[in-house]
């Protein structure tokens, strides 16, 4: 990551902190407040499933389909427990594989703060740390530098 | 502070913030305890690449590791201090990460068995993140925490890799 995006994301904490801060009710504590999210946690999962299966869609190598498919049934059962039934996703992918990991970790970085489930919010992100492995193998296979910064946030502006 | 001491206060604060995490309630007060556990144990993974744990894999890609915690280190730095919380004491030696992480390798360990305790000390601080992620809305916290713990899973591939062990599907 360049310094300068690596300066947004610390100044974007910063500025929010400092905000809440600010508007802290008495009863806040310092987990800060709950995010204002209107739409039902398993529809957030049902984006989760969607990018998912385009990434699976786009991998060719077995060993990563395979994986988003583990992702994909256990982003089911969560929705399941939620009372509400998973969405059906006919992917098709015109992404090459890597494109695909880098838009599944974006995805699933902008869902994160959408959670007001803890729970939920761990699922996500155990799911976006395997996908940054997985874009990392595909830039080993690639012959590319795999771990090149110190932050992975493929949604950010750069 | 004194070699035993500091591994002693060292052990301490790496055991309260988890302790503490017991339930949701709690794990929400000790968000910014969870967050210098973090910022602790990102300075100590720099510290692990920096020293014969490092030497498992090539010396330039441990130097770029260790850098690349080192500025996860000061970005979760910042974010305590816009919190006004207080860092924990901070690992230095590889005397202080074997405090936080045990099963530092021993002189005549293998590559092998360096770049495995690498791989346990990254998911330490993981887990750590993980933790601080459940205990805050804090959308800028999650942010920046969830693209450290993404950056962390780029070195975890690449130990795996040199592992010769397979993506996991996992943590």
Redesign the interface.
């Known amino acids: 990551?360049s310094s300068s995006r690596?300066g947004l994301?610390?100044g974007?904490?910063?500025?929010?902190?400092?905000g809440?801060?600010a508007r802290a009710a008495p009863e806040e504590?310092?987990?800060?407040?709950?995010?204002a999210e209107e739409r039902p946690e398993a529809e957030l999962l049902g984006e989760a499933i969607a990018v998912k299966e385009m990434a699976e869609a786009a991998h060719e190598d077995a060993?990563?389909a395979?994986?988003e498919r583990?992702?994909i049934e256990r982003l089911r059962t969560a929705i399941r427990a939620l009372g509400e039934d998973p969405p059906v996703v006919a992917a098709v992918s015109e992404d090459d594989p890597e494109t695909a990991e880098e838009r599944t970790?974006a995805v699933?970085?902008g869902l994160?703060?959408r959670l007001?489930d803890?729970?939920l919010?761990?699922l996500l992100?155990?799911m976006?740390?395997?996908?940054?492995?997985?874009?990392?193998?595909l830039r080993?296979q690639a012959g590319a530098d795999?771990?090149?910064?110190?932050?992975?946030?493929p949604g950010?502006p750069s | 502070m004194t070699s035993l001491s500091r591994r002693e206060a060292l052990l301490l604060a790496a055991a309260a913030p988890l302790a503490a995490a017991g339930s949701?309630h709690a794990?929400?007060?000790s968000?910014?305890s969870l967050l210098a556990r973090a910022h602790q144990l990102e300075l100590a993974t720099a510290v692990a690449y920096e020293s014969t744990a490092g030497s498992g894999i090539p010396g330039d890609l441990a130097a770029?590791?260790a850098?690349?915690?080192r500025?996860?280190a000061?970005?979760v730095q910042?974010?305590l201090?816009?919190?006004?919380?207080r860092t924990l004491d901070e690992p230095e030696s590889t005397a202080d990460v074997a405090a936080l992480v045990p099963g530092l390798p021993a002189a005549g360990a293998t590559a092998d068995e360096r770049v495995r305790y690498l791989v346990t000390v990254e998911h330490s601080a993981?887990d750590v993140?993980?933790s601080v992620?459940?205990?805050?809305?804090?959308?800028?916290?999650?942010?920046?925490v969830?693209?450290?713990?993404?950056?962390?899973?780029?070195?975890?591939?690449?130990l795996?890799?040199r592992l010769g062990d397979?993506?996991?599907?996992?943590?």
């Open positions: 990551m690596r994301l610390l974007g904490a910063a500025l929010l902190l400092a809440c801060g504590d310092a987990a800060g407040p709950a995010p060993r990563l395979q994986i583990t992702h970790i699933l970085q994160l703060p007001s803890p729970e919010r761990g992100a155990d976006m740390v395997v996908d940054a492995q997985q874009l990392a193998v080993l795999a771990a090149p910064g110190a932050f992975l946030s950010m | 949701a794990a929400q007060a968000f910014p770029a590791f850098r690349h915690e500025d996860q000061t970005a910042q974010a201090e816009a919190l006004g919380a993981l993140h993980r992620l459940g205990a805050t809305h804090h959308a800028a916290v999650l942010r920046t969830a693209s450290v713990m993404a950056a962390a899973g780029t070195h975890l591939a690449v795996r890799d397979p993506p996991a599907a996992t943590l």
